[in-house]
């Protein structure tokens, strides 16, 4: 019974609706991102968001050194290569950053097929989840590298991006 329970409960949260996007922070030596789909508007007058990252992440750490991030928005048109350099593998050892700008607050970010524009991040307060940190995220910046597309779904990207596995 328990575990018919656990199942209905993963079953669930895998309809949730959920945005992929790129993460981005740097300290001044050490530059990382990461694919996440925790970024979420929580008010419109100030712009702030918020995003909630395990705390083993490369990323995580850079955002609590430097307190300034960067989150990429995501389209469609990302294709998987972009997706297994910011989300498997480790900023730790590898450069991650090809085509990329630097952001008002001084955090890189990528400029390449399937983003569609950045929100540049100030941390204004955090708040420990145990294995996670929830930052809570003020806007400095706001930019636009593509005037359309649509924005990439984790549904989107388990249906149409992420690839099948052999059989």
Not at 139 to 149: I, K, L, R, Y
């Amino acid at each position: 019974m328990q575990r018919l329970q656990e199942e209905e409960k993963m079953n669930l949260l895998f309809k949730i609706s959920y945005g992929l996007y790129t993460l981005c922070a740097g300290d001044g030596g050490k530059e990382s991102g990461c694919i996440i789909n925790t970024f979420a508007q929580q008010t419109a007058t100030p712009e702030t968001f918020s995003v909630t990252l395990n705390k083993q992440n490369f990323t995580h750490e850079l955002i609590v050194r430097s307190g300034e991030c960067a989150v990429a928005v995501l389209s469609q048109k990302t294709d998987f290569d972009f997706i297994k350099r910011f989300g498997m593998q480790s900023g730790r050892d590898t450069d991650k950053f090809e085509e990329s700008v630097v952001a008002k607050n001084g955090v890189r970010v990528p400029k390449c097929k399937g983003v569609l524009g950045y929100f540049a991040l100030k941390v204004q307060k955090s708040i420990d989840m145990g294995t996670h940190t929830m930052f809570v995220l003020e806007s400095v910046q706001t930019q636009n590298f593509a005037d359309d597309g649509d924005a990439l779904t984790y549904d989107y990207y388990q249906t149409f991006v992420k690839p099948k596995p052999q059989a």
